[in-house]
């Protein structure tokens, strides 16, 4: 089983950045499509952003096209997002998943991905 670790969350202003980082516990993280979703308490966990096995290919929700970018270095297994111009209502808990076998990676409905470990909060103030 894959362990995934978030990291670099905290509390910002608003237009500040940050950088969060998901590094996982075994190699099989090179060989899946990885993504970012979000969750504040009492709302579904939403789609951020996705990339593929190599990098070559990313998916962003419309709400952080142009303010986050995804990345990945699979030496380090491990995941990043890039977070520019936030705004309060970027604020949630961050999560980082990994693509389920058999699903398409363009999908980027929550069910289609696994999800372990922890998250990171992210509180950006007005």
């Known amino acids: 089983q894959v362990q995934l670790v978030a990291s670099g969350g905290g509390l910002v202003q608003a237009g500040a950045s940050l950088r969060l980082s998901c590094v996982a516990s075994r190699r099989a993280f090179d060989t899946s499509t990885m993504a970012w979703f979000r969750q504040i308490p009492g709302k579904e966990r939403e789609f951020v952003a996705a990339i593929d096995d190599i990098g070559d290919s990313t998916w962003y929700a419309d709400s952080v096209k142009g303010r986050f970018t995804i990345s990945r270095d699979n030496a380090k297994n491990s995941m990043y997002l890039q977070m520019n111009s936030l705004v309060p209502e970027d604020t949630a808990v961050y999560s980082c998943?990994?693509?389920?076998?058999?699903?398409?990676?363009?999908?980027?409905?929550?069910?289609?991905?696994?999800?372990w470990g922890q998250g990171t909060q992210v509180t950006v103030s007005s």
């Open positions: 998943a990994v693509k389920r076998v058999g699903t398409y990676r363009s999908d980027n409905r929550p069910e289609t991905y696994s999800f």
